[in-house]
């Protein structure tokens, strides 16, 4: 019978690296010594669920501790000058796990939406780092560009509807920090009409085909 690895031994292993990283770093050969042990655990663990992944293509769940772990284990190794990249890589991470489900089984297009909008959040959060301006633009046309994928990526062709939202977004984020922005107060109404118009349209076209 195949022996289970005592968890103390682990503990014990973890808790030595950790030591050897942390005197490293304190006679200054190395920096981020306790980013580098996370950075390692973290690691290990999405590597852990990514051999589960695929080991099991249908175990899709994996893909979300996967991931994640792994854009933690990236953003932990990173130095302090590169701080700025912190939120991007983890955004990254968590996106890279919904992108793998849509395009594991691309019936999952719901993944789509999730994947842009933190890919977004990881962009705007660099962009805040360095601009020191508004980003608000910068998050509205990501998701007016996520909204766009869902049409434009395999099988969109039957999510058509998904182009109403992504042009008014694109719009609106365009607008945004312009002398133009008072246009986007007219933005909403236009959206409500434009929806109604359409779904108005669907059902006397089907009614009439039927």
């Given at each position: 019978m195949r022996r289970i690895i005592d968890p103390r031994l682990l503990l014990g292993v973890f808790l030595v690296v950790w030591g050897i990283l942390a005197l490293l770093d304190v006679q200054g050969i190395i920096s981020n010594g306790s980013g580098i042990f996370f950075g390692l655990v973290f690691g290990a663990g999405g590597l852990v669920f990514l051999y589960m992944l695929y080991n099991d293509p249908d175990s899709w769940w994996a893909a979300f501790p996967g991931?994640?772990?792994l854009g933690l284990a990236v953003s932990s190794f990173l130095p302090a000058s590169l701080e700025a990249y912190d939120g991007l890589v983890f955004f990254l991470g968590i996106s890279l796990a919904f992108w793998w489900v849509y395009f594991a089984n691309r019936e999952r297009w719901w993944a789509i939406i999730p994947a842009g909008v933190l890919l977004t959040l990881g962009v705007v959060s660099v962009l805040d780092s360095f601009s020191g301006r508004q980003t608000g633009g910068s998050f509205f046309l990501g998701l007016g560009?996520?909204?766009l994928l869902v049409t434009i990526l395999p099988g969109g062709t039957s999510r058509s509807?998904?182009?109403i939202p992504g042009i008014?977004?694109?719009l609106f984020g365009a607008l945004l920090g312009t002398p133009f922005v008072g246009i986007t107060q007219y933005l909403w109404p236009a959206v409500l009409i434009i929806l109604g118009v359409?779904?108005?349209f669907r059902f006397m076209r089907n009614r009439s085909s039927g």
């Amino acid at each position: 019978m195949r022996r289970i690895i005592d968890p103390r031994l682990l503990l014990g292993v973890f808790l030595v690296v950790w030591g050897i990283l942390a005197l490293l770093d304190v006679q200054g050969i190395i920096s981020n010594g306790s980013g580098i042990f996370f950075g390692l655990v973290f690691g290990a663990g999405g590597l852990v669920f990514l051999y589960m992944l695929y080991n099991d293509p249908d175990s899709w769940w994996a893909a979300f501790p996967g991931f994640t772990l792994l854009g933690l284990a990236v953003s932990s190794f990173l130095p302090a000058s590169l701080e700025a990249y912190d939120g991007l890589v983890f955004f990254l991470g968590i996106s890279l796990a919904f992108w793998w489900v849509y395009f594991a089984n691309r019936e999952r297009w719901w993944a789509i939406i999730p994947a842009g909008v933190l890919l977004t959040l990881g962009v705007v959060s660099v962009l805040d780092s360095f601009s020191g301006r508004q980003t608000g633009g910068s998050f509205f046309l990501g998701l007016g560009l996520t909204f766009l994928l869902v049409t434009i990526l395999p099988g969109g062709t039957s999510r058509s509807w998904a182009l109403i939202p992504g042009i008014i977004l694109l719009l609106f984020g365009a607008l945004l920090g312009t002398p133009f922005v008072g246009i986007t107060q007219y933005l909403w109404p236009a959206v409500l009409i434009i929806l109604g118009v359409y779904l108005v349209f669907r059902f006397m076209r089907n009614r009439s085909s039927g």
